[in-house]
């Protein structure tokens, strides 16, 4: 399975504020996704990040509040913008990978995040 | 809106006991399903994944997959306290042009030395 960074793993940060979170991945791979975990809760997918395009938000999840670049096959950041204390959460980062023939997620280390 | 459902637990074994995780998912299409493990603050790794109808064996861990009825399980044989854990159960979106997992909200699985 690919190696994948998370850069910060955590951060406290000020209402109003942004924060751009790197995923750092040491193969090239087509897909990258954007997860956030909220304390006590699973996975939700904020957005597909496929290189050479735009990516593809979920249902309640914006561009304008989360911004996504992927500017190569092996990095994507993700910022969140104009922070409010309902933004504290964990950000995973996950890309495709294979385990024999099947196709599947590895995920990054996850990003901490508290917002006062 | 595609589901899938857990129990939250915590679920509590001995040390040696079988462990028996459920979820049951509302995609009638999707035909691949995920097992992740989520020790307390780490991230999800992988440990199993199944996609015909039956048991999949890997070590002490065994997927069970019902189509019909749209369940999904997995069993962790001689439990230990290393398992202690929460495994999330996820499963492929049928449809669409990207791949993309729906997660449960996970079961929370304490093995008592």
């Known amino acids: 399975s690919a190696v994948i960074s998370q850069k910060p793993s955590r951060d406290i940060c000020q209402r109003g504020t942004s924060l751009t979170i790197q995923c750092q991945v040491d193969?090239?791979?087509?897909?990258m996704f954007w997860y956030r975990q909220q304390p006590g809760q699973s996975l939700t997918l904020i957005a597909t990040a496929n290189q050479g395009s735009e990516a593809t938000y979920e249902s309640g999840f914006v561009i304008d509040k989360f911004p996504i670049s992927r500017p190569n096959l092996t990095f994507s950041t993700l910022t969140v913008s104009n922070m409010s204390p309902e933004d504290s959460s964990i950000y995973l980062c996950?890309?495709?990978?294979?385990?024999?023939?099947?196709?599947?997620?590895?995920f990054g280390p996850g990003t901490r995040l508290l917002v006062l | 809106q595609k589901e899938v459902e857990q129990n939250s637990g915590p679920l509590s074994v001995p040390e040696g006991a079988i462990a028996s995780l459920n979820c049951t998912y509302s995609d009638r299409g999707s035909q691949s399903f995920f097992w992740y493990r989520q020790y307390s603050g780490k991230s999800p790794e992988l440990i199993m994944f199944i996609y015909s109808n039956g048991d999949k064996e890997d070590g002490r861990f065994t997927a069970q997959l019902n189509k019909a009825s749209q369940y999904v399980s997995l069993l962790i044989r001689d439990s230990q306290p290393s398992d202690s854990a929460t495994y999330l159960c996820a499963v492929e979106n049928s449809g669409g042009s990207n791949y993309k997992l729906t997660f449960g909200k996970g079961t929370l699985l304490t093995v008592n030395p």
């Open positions: 193969s090239q791979v087509t897909m």
């Open positions: 996950s890309v495709e990978g294979s385990r024999g023939f099947q196709e599947t997620q590895y």
